[in-house]
């Protein structure tokens, strides 16, 4: 398979690729998203989901993911030594999963808002104590739906879902 043994005139380029994805690793954690990048980037402009004849999208899927299994262990061992660091050092709160989730959907919405009307901008934004429950579900709802939309127009405008879920 290709994992294990890509054609001649790409191993090079693979094995460069991993090599340089580790570099980076090294330098900013947050390159862990790469290999789903990569994946986003096979569905739209790529297109190799659709090249890989009868094995239908989970079977042509998943050959891509087995293709960047050598991406994802990096990323595993990166995510476990950048845990356990943080977690040595005190860097990890003890923020409860709910109140976190909650920050998460209404910072999204919020990155949303300032998408189209970028006012109240500043550098640090502090972590909020309350979370009113209607603000939180409302957030939810926001995302739910723009991300169906995105999802139905996926196969239409596959710029849409790579925006989207990048």
Do not use: H
Request: proline residues 7%; glycine residues 12%; hydrophobic residues 55%.
């Amino acid at each position: 398979p290709f994992l294990l043994f890509p054609s001649a005139p790409f191993q090079r380029f693979f094995w460069l690729a991993l090599v340089f994805f580790g570099l980076g690793l090294m330098s900013k954690p947050m390159v862990v998203t790469l290999p789903f990048v990569m994946l986003l980037l096979d569905y739209w402009p790529l297109g190799r989901l659709g090249w890989m004849g009868e094995r239908g999208f989970w079977g042509r899927l998943g050959w891509l993911v087995v293709e960047k299994l050598p991406f994802f262990g990096l990323t595993a061992g990166a995510c476990v030594i950048t845990v356990w660091a943080q977690s040595t050092g005190g860097a990890i709160s003890e923020i409860p999963w709910n109140i976190r989730t909650a920050n998460a959907l209404l910072s999204y919405v919020g990155y949303l808002q300032k998408t189209v009307w970028p006012a109240g901008l500043a550098v640090f934004y502090p972590y909020p104590t309350e979370f009113p429950v209607w603000k939180v579900l409302g957030a939810g709802l926001v995302l739910a739906v723009v991300t169906g939309l995105v999802v139905w127009q996926g196969r239409r405008r596959g710029y849409w879902a790579v925006g989207w879920f990048w």
